[in-house]
Structures are given as C-alpha cells and as structure tokens.
C-alpha cells in the first residue's frame, strides 16, 4: 500500500481525534505500507513528518507543495516491501510514539494566530 499525505497552506491543526484514528490505522495497515511521502510546505508539518518518519517501517520522503509531482514519481517508483514483521511494527510504533507525541502534541492544542500577530512562547 503507498500512502501519500498532502497538507495545504490552510492547514491548521490535527485534532485528538484524527490522531487517534492515524494510529488505529496504522496498527493495523503499517506492516502493508510500502511508502510513505508527505507533501507540505507548513514547518510545522514538515519537521514532526522528518522526525516520524526515521521510525517508520517503510520509505518515507518529506517534499514541498510544488514537488508534488516528485512525490508522486518517488512513490511509485517504490518496489513492492516485503510485510514488516511484528517486531518492526512494533519499534516504530515505540519508537516513533515519544517523538510524535512530543511534536505533533502542539499542533492538536495549537490555536490560531491572526495574520500579523506574533506568536508568543
């Protein structure tokens, strides 16, 4: 299965919920997933995606919205993998929870900023 994310410059926030239902699938599916890019030009995607995707258990790439096309032709150029086994999934799943709870955390509280107002933190 190859999974390609895409999120726009509208882009805000993930709820609690959304999360929830990425790891539902991802228990389930990961072992089948035989890539995985994500395509955003918002930082704060593309820096929690880079950390998450170092623990993934398949082949993950981090592009730019424009690159959407580069994505596409990376994705399917992917060979077919092999089922991870449960110990991969597993690892992922440890070892990718701590960093993406941690980075993407902020984003389900994060509101928005009115455009011209600084950010405070």
Sequence with gaps: MRLPYQFGPGFEGI???????????????????DGCP??????????????????????????DNDERDDAVAWLTSLPGAADASVLEIAEAFIGGAGPAAVSLGGLVVRSPVPEGHPRRG
């Design 15 to 33: 709820t609690a919920g959304a999360l929830w239902a990425d790891a539902r699938f991802g228990l389930k599916y990961a072992r089948l997933l």
């Design 38 to 63: 994500v395509v955003s030009d918002v930082r704060w995607v593309r820096a929690p995606s880079n950390a998450i995707g170092g623990w993934m258990p398949c082949p993950t790439q981090v592009y």
